[in-house]
C-alpha cells in the first residue's frame, strides 16, 4: 500500500498569509493526486487534481505541485472562507490512500 | 450537472450489516470515463477510502474491510450500493458516496454525495 504523509497536521495563519501543505508518498505516484478541502458538516471538494491542475471554479489562489514522492498545496493568500481541513488522495493505485489532513485555523 | 445522493439507516446494530445506496443522477452511470467509490470519516478522525467499482463490473476493496465488503451497482436504476457486514462501533462513520474520472480526458470528473451518518449502537 502507498502511504501518504501530510505535514504539517495543523496550522495557524492569518489572512493574507501564504501557506504551503506537503504530501509524501511512499512510493512514486506520478501525478496521480488530488488536494480536498473540507469544511464542517460538508464532503470534501476537490481543489486540485492531476497534482498541478485547478479544477473548474476554484480559485486561483490555490495551486498545486508535485510529481513522483512530493507534493505541495499552497494557498498564495489566504482568505477568511479557506480556514478548514485539507486532504490529499493519491489514486496512482489501490488501495486509494488519503494523507491524514491539515487545519487551517485563524492565527 | 451530476448529483449523487446516499440512502440508508442511520442505526445499525453491533454484528449486523450496514447498507447503503448512492443514486446517481443528471447523467448516465454507465460509462468507461468513470469510476463510483465510497469513502467514509469516522467522527473526528480522517477520510478513508472503503472501495470503487467500474462499469464493466470490477471492484476494488480496501484490504482492512475486505472481508466484510461488497459494492455492487445496478445500472438499470443509477445506483450503486454498499455492503458492510459484521460492523462494530469502529465502523461508526459519515459514508459518502463519490464519482471519479476514471480516464485521463474525465480527470477532472469528480463528484461527491453531501454524505450520511451511520450509528453502530445497540
Known amino acids: 500500500d502507498i502511504q501518504m504523509t501530510q505535514s504539517p497536521s495543523s496550522l495557524s495563519a492569518s489572512v493574507g498569509d501564504r501557506v504551503t501543505i506537503t504530501c509524501r508518498a511512499s512510493?512514486?505516484?506520478?501525478?496521480?493526486l488530488g488536494w480536498y478541502q473540507q469544511k464542517p458538516g460538508k464532503a470534501p471538494k476537490r481543489l486540485i487534481y492531476a497534482a498541478s491542475s485547478l479544477q473548474s471554479g476554484v480559485p486561483s489562489r490555490f495551486s498545486g505541485r508535485g510529481s513522483g514522492t512530493e507534493f505541495t498545496l499552497t494557498i498564495s493568500s489566504l482568505q477568511p472562507e479557506d480556514f478548514a481541513t485539507y486532504y490529499c488522495?493519491?489514486?496512482?493505485?489501490?488501495?486509494?490512500?488519503f494523507g491524514g489532513g491539515t487545519k487551517v485555523e485563524i492565527k | 450537472q451530476l448529483q449523487l445522493q446516499e440512502s440508508g439507516p442511520g442505526l445499525v446494530k453491533p454484528s449486523e450489516t450496514l447498507s447503503l445506496t448512492c443514486t446517481v443522477s443528471?447523467?448516465?452511470?454507465?460509462?468507461?470515463?468513470?469510476?463510483w467509490g465510497w469513502i467514509r470519516q469516522p467522527p473526528g478522525k480522517g477520510l478513508e477510502w472503503i472501495g470503487s467499482?467500474?462499469?464493466?463490473?470490477?471492484?476494488y476493496y480496501n484490504p482492512s474491510l475486505r472481508s466484510r465488503l461488497t459494492i455492487s451497482v445496478d445500472t438499470s436504476k443509477k445506483q450503486f450500493s454498499l455492503r458492510l457486514s459484521s460492523v462494530t462501533a469502529a465502523d461508526t462513520a459519515v459514508y459518502y458516496c463519490?464519482?471519479?474520472?476514471?480516464?485521463?480526458?474525465?480527470?477532472?470528473?469528480?463528484?461527491w454525495g453531501q454524505g450520511t451518518l451511520v450509528i453502530v449502537s445497540s
Open positions: 443528471g447523467d448516465s452511470i454507465i460509462s468507461s470515463s468513470y469510476y
Open positions: 463519490a464519482g471519479f474520472g476514471a480516464l485521463v480526458a474525465a480527470a477532472s470528473f469528480d463528484y
Open positions: 488522495l493519491q489514486h496512482n493505485s489501490y488501495p486509494l490512500t
Open positions: 467499482i467500474y462499469d464493466s463490473g470490477s471492484t
Open positions: 512510493q512514486g505516484i506520478r501525478n496521480d
